[in-house]
């Protein structure tokens, strides 16, 4: 269960088919006076826009019902719940959910002409948090997406070594030890130290030295562990592997952080 804070109230969100919905539950805390969803509902601007939304998004938007639901608008005995509302025009901006993650969702779109009855100043806030959020995500996705590489390369990696370092008649042990033994290689190349000795140095930290990699030292491991399974397969020497890796890591590392800067002084 994600969650955003907006003028100080916590707005849960959710995923349905691919699609981000926030909780118009939780968005009614932040507005002065009695007010319920139904009462947005009922108001014939908001069901012009849904039906829209629905017949742009919703190929199975029943929209004979909708236009029954959309004529009683304005009346003063018209009222209707999103339950029946769905139920009656198949619609699927709007979720009533019960349980655990209880309350009324509407999806992003929706919500944010929700948040515009809450306050035009809760609207900004609404959408400049959420932006914040997706901005979020996708760093998180980008560090994970290089993170994998590096793991795809390194079964690359594992491969020629397991085709050209290991003699037969090895034990799984031995192997082990060999496999261990070049990706220290590239650890030494890149981080100047095996991952034993990074461990030593912080053994308060989890996981490993790629684990706490900067996205450039991962981009970069990722180009090694390619060219040494290249080195291996051309019969290089682990210490003359060292020695080349070592370079490329030097090099390729100051064009990464140059990059970096650059784009850094350009954002100022």
């Known amino acids: 269960m994600t969650k955003i804070t907006v003028k100080g109230e916590s707005i849960r969100l959710i995923h349905v088919n691919n699609e981000d919905y926030l909780c118009l539950t939780d968005m009614l805390k932040a507005k002065d006076g009695e007010f319920f969803i139904t009462d947005w509902l009922r108001n014939r601007n908001t069901l012009e826009y849904i039906g829209i939304w629905e017949q742009v998004y919703n190929p199975n938007f029943n929209y004979g019902e909708f236009a029954t639901i959309k004529s009683q608008s304005g009346l003063n005995n018209f009222k209707i719940s999103i339950k029946e509302f769905v139920e009656r025009t198949h619609a699927i901006s709007l979720q009533a959910k019960a349980g655990r993650y209880g309350g009324t969702y509407a999806q992003k779109d929706v919500a944010f002409e929700f948040a515009m009855w809450i306050s035009p100043e809760f609207k900004i806030y609404m959408v400049k948090e959420f932006q914040r959020l997706k901005a979020e995500e996708q760093k998180q996705l980008g560090w994970s997406a290089k993170r994998e590489l590096a793991k795809i390369n390194y079964h ?73 399974a290249v080195f291996i397969n051309e019969g290089l020497t682990q210490s003359e592997r060292l020695e080349k890796l070592n370079q490329i890591a030097i090099s390729q590392m100051q064009i990464l952080e140059n990059i970096e800067e650059r784009r850094f002084l350009t954002d100022k």
């Open 156 to 228: 690359i990696h594992t491969s020629a070594v397991s085709h050209n370092l290991i003699p037969p008649k090895l034990t799984a042990a031995q192997k082990s030890f060999v496999y261990a033994d070049e990706a220290d290689l590239l650890n030494v190349a890149m981080f100047g130290k095996t991952a034993k000795q990074w461990r030593d140095e912080h053994p308060d930290l989890s996981g490993n030295i790629r684990d706490h990699a900067t996205i450039n030292q991962l981009i970069c491991l990722s180009n090694m562990e390619n060219l040494n």
